[in-house]
């Protein structure tokens, strides 16, 4: 099989030559220029042949996009602390609008998405980053989101509505420059920082209208859903076709994800203290767990979020090797 014969197949829960396998890291620095990030995508993607490639954009970009002031955090995670947020008080939600298409951190991205695309050619799947409209309020403001949602949800809900406009354009531009298909991240639906009311009021509603958008450009949708304690039962609802989260840190497991969703499920690894600073054969022996798990059908073999960026070369490689084992 070539990669998107394996992809589609996993997504349709069918046999397989082996599973597909992911990872993604982000480039901190290189990633606020197109062309130094390009490359070291394509650098990468070519170095451990992956069956996708995940482009991520610089940490918060969305907030750069509305005007926040960010600097390179120093972390092993790639990501970015902001120096000046965007929304410090509830009267600053007024101000969100939607922006054009050819906003100049747009143009920055999808001018890197367009670059992979040349270099990697038509044989890998792009799947470009793009934030839910909740999650970009995150990013926004912080950690007074919550605090706003629930005092002032008329200015919250006109807001979400032009942060989910602001990603639709931004996501039609991405697929316009090269991208086969949207990963589509969620950072609040769970119990951690929303009530299920609360997230099905201000998450739910945007994120499907969004997909929904998108989806008629694109190959797939990945859904990734991040932190602990996370509405998995109701975002398995949502039309899309991979669904990732931190399987070995939340539940469900990779067995019960695949039960209640339609689709493939990606995870198996734990990005931190086995993928970052364990050893190959604990890489292995989790890859080997997640195809047990699974029977190796509907499985996407990724980690739970980004791995570090100083993840040692010797474990990707014991991932790579250990679903080339289980063909």
């Known amino acids: 099989m070539n990669k998107r014969q394996r992809l589609d197949a996993a997504i349709h829960k069918k046999t397989v030559d082996r599973p597909p396998i992911a990872l993604w890291r982000h480039f901190p620095g290189d990633d606020l220029d197109p062309v130094k990030f390009a490359r070291r995508v394509i650098e990468f993607q070519s170095e451990y042949d992956f069956d996708f490639c995940k482009v991520t954009p610089a940490a918060s970009f969305v907030a750069e996009m509305y005007g926040g002031v960010l600097q390179d955090a120093g972390n092993r995670e790639g990501t970015r602390v902001h120096v000046r947020r965007v929304i410090n008080d509830w009267r600053d939600w007024k101000k969100i609008r939607a922006l054009p298409d050819d ?11 367009r670059r992979i695309r ?17 999650s970009c309020a995150r990013s926004l403001a912080g950690e007074r989101l919550v605090q706003d949602l629930r005092e002032h949800p008329g200015e919250m809900m006109e807001a979400l509505h032009h942060l989910g406009t602001t990603m639709e354009r931004f996501a039609h531009r991405s697929v316009h420059a090269g ?27 945007h994120d499907v209208t ?17 932190g602990e304690n996370i509405y998995f039962n109701e975002l398995a609802k949502y039309p899309v076709q991979i669904i990732n989260w931190h399987d070995r840190k939340t539940p469900p497991t990779l067995k019960e994800g695949k039960e209640l969703f339609h689709g493939a499920v990606a995870g198996g690894l734990e990005e931190w203290k086995v993928v970052a600073d364990g050893t190959p054969a604990e890489v292995q022996a989790q890859v080997q767990d997640a195809i047990r798990q699974t029977d190796g059908i509907g499985l996407i073999v990724a980690a739970g979020c980004v791995i570090s960026t100083d993840t040692p070369d010797v474990n990707i490689r014991a991932a790579r090797r250990a679903v080339e084992a289980n063909g």
């Open 210 to 226: 969004l997909i929904r958008e998108v989806s008629g450009s694109i190959d797939f949708v990945l859904l990734h859903i991040h």
């Open 103 to 113: 906003d100049p951190i747009i143009l920055r991205e999808c001018e890197a998405v």
């Open 179 to 205: 991208a086969d298909a949207i990963f589509f991240a969620t950072q609040v639906a769970s119990s951690d920082v929303l009530t299920p009311d609360e997230s099905h009021a201000y998450g739910h509603r």
């Open 118 to 134: 040349e270099g990697l050619g038509k044989e890998v799947p792009v799947l470009q980053t793009l934030f839910s409209p909740l």
